[in-house]
């Protein structure tokens, strides 16, 4: 062998390792975060490769299925909308749904499975009073950040930012009405509702603002709200002769109206935020009622909900969109739980498909409001009405 060609083979070995050497170090360069600028990259390959974990705690089944699907389909149109694009940071969004059944109970129970099992980073619902009045005083000792289209009074709120509500304050709507009706030249009214904890709220609502108007109350009833039989109560409101009647149930609705018509009662009917599923109910012996609720969806979300689901949008479907868009928008700034109850927390105005949200100093919820007609089933928008927030 020449002394050539075992100094090329030495050059070559010796070649290989320095190349390897180099090697070596720029993938220890590159995955230990640092760039070729000498700044740390904070997003690690792992983080920006898995999905962002929200959770949605609805009533999917149950007296309440109606509004726990139409948000169930509100969430996840907006959610497509997001991933379609690339998602949030290119992370996408993994919606993980529970079933409360409308049980506060079952919620309490959902609550703690999304957030101690899958860890989510912040959770979307409940969809009613009585959910949401449990879970708000959860998320404020776990910081866990909720943002949801229902209510809890204040009392029940020890951060009255979260859970972050997407629905008007009950009192608001149920004393517009009241002002509404009293300025029609109706000046008698019996009021039923029940012994739930919203619609407790809106009939006591109603009924002191109406009286605060100069009107006269003939008779105020709350029964259970499973209860199976409301004649007793029904006939004991016709006997007081009222104008009107104000049904401030969801629950009772069908039970409530269907024994007014048997009883041949002919005064005016009012109630707040009747949805397809009790206009469809009770069209054969509801001939003519009058209600509040929040004001009618944009024209671009009735048109994508509608396209997506061959349906249109009910209640409380473009609340429950504007929740999944305001969380999204905070994410974008952080998934740390914190940082999202801190941008909750500074929030007082949001533009959305359900119109101008906006937070009171006194942290109610207000929305545009509007009267609608039932009318043999159909519901028809009347006019808008003015939010009473004192």
């Not at 190349?19 to 070729?36: E, K, M, R, V």
């Not at 959860?138 to 289209?149: E, G, H, R, S």
């Not at 709350?222 to 969801?250: E, S």
């Not at 305001?326 to 007082?348: G, K, P, Y």
């Amino acid at each position: 062998m020449s002394t050539h060609t075992t100094s090329t083979k030495k050059l070559f070995f010796f070649g290989m390792i320095l190349f390897i050497s180099i090697l070596g170090g720029l993938s220890f360069w590159i995955l230990s975060g640092q760039s070729f600028t000498g700044k740390v990259i904070t997003l690690s390959p792992k983080e920006s490769v898995d999905p962002i974990r929200i959770g949605a705690m609805l009533a999917l089944s149950g007296d309440a299925a109606a509004w726990g699907t139409a948000s169930q389909h509100a969430i996840d149109l907006s959610v497509n909308e997001i991933n379609k694009n690339g998602g949030i940071n290119g992370r996408q969004i993994q919606v993980i749904y529970e079933d409360t059944q409308g049980d506060p109970a079952i919620a309490v129970s959902a609550y703690h499975k999304l957030t101690s099992i899958d860890n989510v980073v912040a959770i979307i619902g409940p969809n009613s009073q009585t959910e949401a009045s449990v879970i708000a005083p959860l998320a404020a000792q776990d910081k866990v950040p909720v943002i949801t289209a229902a209510y809890a009074p204040l009392r029940d709120r020890p951060n009255p930012k979260n859970p972050f509500f997407v629905w008007v304050d009950p009192s608001i709507e149920a004393k517009a009405m009241a002002d509404y009706v009293f300025a029609q030249g109706v000046s008698r009214v019996a009021v039923i509702g029940t012994l739930d904890s919203w619609e407790k709220q809106v009939s006591t609502a109603f009924a002191e603002e109406f009286t605060a108007r100069g009107g006269t109350i003939t008779y105020t009833d709350f029964v259970t709200a499973d209860a199976t039989d409301v004649k007793t109560p029904v006939t004991k409101l016709v006997a007081t002769h009222p104008q009107a009647v104000f049904i401030g149930t969801y629950y009772q609705f069908v039970a409530v109206t269907k024994t007014l018509h048997e009883q041949q009662f002919n005064g005016k009917e009012y109630s707040l935020e009747i949805d397809e599923y009790l206009a469809g109910e009770t069209k054969t012996y509801v001939p003519e009622l009058l209600f509040a609720s929040p004001e009618s969806y944009t024209p671009s979300f009735i048109a994508d909900y509608t396209a997506a689901y061959d349906t249109a949008p009910s209640l409380p479907a473009g609340q429950m969109y504007d929740a999944t868009r305001i969380l999204t928008t905070m994410l974008r700034n952080s998934t740390d739980r914190q940082s999202i109850i801190t941008q909750l927390e500074e929030l007082h105005t949001f533009e959305g498909a359900s119109g101008t949200l906006s937070v009171t100093a006194q942290n109610q919820t207000v929305l545009p409001l509007a009267l609608y007609l039932l009318h043999n089933g159909t519901i028809t928008r009347v006019q808008g009405l003015t939010p009473v927030t004192h």
